[in-house]
């Protein structure tokens, strides 16, 4: 078995490659009011990196301002974050394709965690 890559080097890689982990994760349809999602093929562990949220990256006021314009679907894939004590936003409501718009959002008791780095 190959050595395990270190989570941040493994981020590294598929940040600059702008690859999603297709090996490790797959997309299905789940149903209409859902649509689709994001799946382990298998196990992924604790720390590891899983998959990189892209998009536009915006700050508070053009979020607000796109929330307003945006279908209810569309702003869904809008995802809020504080940094250095600023509000930003990743909007990724324009499908490229990639798999990070499409992980499960569950706040009360998430799988998986969404991490700044």
């Known amino acids: 078995m190959p050595p395990r890559i270190s989570p941040l080097k493994d981020a590294i890689h598929h940040v600059i ?9 797959e997309v299905k349809y789940i149903n209409a009011a859902k649509g689709r999602g994001v799946f382990a ?8 990196f899983v998959v990189e949220y892209r998009g536009d990256m915006i700050n508070d006021a053009e ?7 945006y279908h209810p679907s ?6 809020a ?25 569950e706040h009360r008791y ?7 780095n």
């Open 17 to 25: 490659s702008k690859t999603d982990k297709s090996c490790k994760l």
């Open 41 to 48: 093929k298998g196990s992924i562990c604790k720390g590891d």
């Open 63 to 69: 979020s607000q301002r796109r929330r307003k314009c």
């Open 74 to 79: 569309c702003a869904a894939f809008m995802f």
């Open 81 to 105: 974050f504080k940094w250095r004590g600023k509000t930003w936003c990743f909007d990724a409501s324009r499908d490229d394709g990639s798999f990070g718009r499409l992980v499960n959002d």
């Open 110 to 116: 998430p799988n998986c965690k969404m991490k700044k």
